[in-house]
């Protein structure tokens, strides 16, 4: 029975476009060739997939199956910082001079990108939102009552790098979580920092990544403290100290511990492994909040100094740190969290025109099916490309379950089902496959 033919040929039902797609429809193609800028897996793949277009060196686009995994990616994020109690505002990336002066990083900021207007100003284009963030809240900051507080923005920020590499890892333009804390206490503002630790962590392991926590340069050795979030991949630019058995890790540069020796938490030996920075947070006391008179009237009635902390990932950069964590030689493997579909549909369409036909009634009735449950399907339903090539694409793109329905399937009223985690295929009864797949999402 042919259930839902044309759902995806129904453009005006936009909620089923979202969560199908049929790759005859898709707007990318993949490709075998390996770009010549390609210097790093997670480079490789999300252009041979068509997940980003390079526009130029540390500059790209994002396409549609990136930009589901990037949405994915944020909305993780969101629900985190939320949780944390932080209010989500939006501000620009174009931004005025004169706070960069007062700070004086107009002058010290090398990467800052500085934009001449024809009216004769100047703008930057943010690398942070220090500058405007501490004057936006500090408007609304009377008294003690106010505070604290956490704004966040999910927001392009940009680098004037010499060097843009590594793929979406390091780019001119990129994507940013950004949230800010303001606090009446170091007592309030360190317990908040503790939360927004633990949020962060949680972000990263939804994502499927293990981070590991460590103090960043001059961390302990001052009053400001401040972290990064490393995830462990021979990828890394940065060299850790980090023990295999707990979160306990410390930035080379900064260490008290070598390889070899007991972690002072757990006493397993300390490995020297390679990491990417994924987030970093900050103690930025008054910094800031000193410079844009950032005060409030205290129980007391005194006026004092707002502190302020600042937390950030990097949202683009971690699309690629998934890329660089979770692959094999033949693509990406998307954990389910964050993938643009959860399944992968794959028909061999067989010789003859019969053949053809079984197939795609079993592949639409399957493909009605999981999207009447909600769950997301990218369907290579592509008539004149060899099994051996819809593999390789099922492979490179990453989606964690591959269905495949064939000939061969359909002769034992089957449906073909692997996992991209896994080498092992199997057969599932096409009267099976739809619980079966509920099944596997709902498992973590
Ligand atoms: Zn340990």
Redesign the pocket.
């Known amino acids: 029975m042919r259930r839902a033919f044309c759902l995806s040929d129904q453009p005006e039902r936009s909620t089923l476009f979202a969560i199908t797609m049929r790759m005859t429809r898709l707007l990318t193609k993949t490709t075998k060739n390996v770009p010549a800028e390609a210097d790093s897996a997670n480079a490789k793949y999300l252009l041979q997939g068509g997940f980003v277009r390079q526009e130029a060196a540390g500059i790209y686009s994002w396409l549609p199956l990136g930009l589901r995994v990037l949405r994915h990616v944020e909305n993780i994020i969101r629900e985190e910082m939320d949780a944390l109690g932080g209010q989500e505002i939006l501000m620009p990336g174009l931004q005025p001079k004169e706070p960069w002066q007062i700070t004086g990083r107009w002058e010290t900021v090398d990467v800052l990108f500085k934009v001449p207007s024809q009216t004769g100003k100047e703008y930057a284009l943010g690398p942070t939102h220090e500058e405007i963030v501490t004057p936006l809240v500090g408007s609304f900051i009377r008294s003690y009552n106010d505070l604290p507080v956490a704004v966040y923005q999910i927001q392009s920020k940009y680098r004037d790098e010499l060097r843009a590499k590594s793929g979406v890892l390091r780019g001119r333009e990129f994507g940013m979580k950004d949230l800010y804390s303001f606090h009446k206490t170091q007592e309030d503002l360190e317990q908040f920092y503790q939360k927004a630790l633990a949020a962060y962590l949680t972000v990263f392991k939804r994502c499927g990544l293990d981070a590991k926590v460590t103090e960043a340069s001059g961390g302990s050795f001052t009053k400001k403290f401040s972290h990064e979030f490393q995830v462990v991949t021979p990828a890394g630019e940065d060299l850790i100290f980090a ?1 295999p ?4 890790a410390q930035n080379s540069e900064i260490a008290t511990v070598t390889e070899g020796e007991a ?1 002072p ?4 030996n300390v490995e020297l492994v390679k990491g990417i920075e994924a987030g970093n947070i900050f103690d930025l006391g008054s910094k800031f909040s000193e410079v844009f008179n950032v005060e409030f009237t205290d129980e007391d009635g005194e006026r004092k100094t707002v502190l302020m902390g600042c937390y950030g990932i990097g949202v683009t950069r971690l699309v690629g740190t998934i890329v660089e964590a979770l692959h094999d030689e033949s693509g990406i493997m998307w954990p389910k969290s964050v993938a643009p579909y959860q399944v992968h549909l794959v028909s061999l369409m067989g010789k003859d025109d019969a053949t053809r036909e079984r197939v795609m009634d079993a592949s639409e009735s399957l493909y009605s099916d999981l999207t009447s449950e909600g769950i997301t399907v990218l369907w290579d339903d592509r008539p004149d490309v060899s099994p051996g090539a819809k593999f390789a694409d099922a492979d490179l793109l990453g989606m964690p379950l591959r269905l495949v329905i064939s000939e061969k399937s359909l002769k034992e009223d089957s449906v073909e089902w692997k996992l991209r985690s896994s080498k092992e295929a199997k057969l599932v009864p096409v009267a099976d496959a739809l619980e079966d797949v509920k099944s596997f999402i709902a498992e973590n």
């Open positions: 023990c058995s707990c979160t306990f972690c938490s757990c006493g397993s």
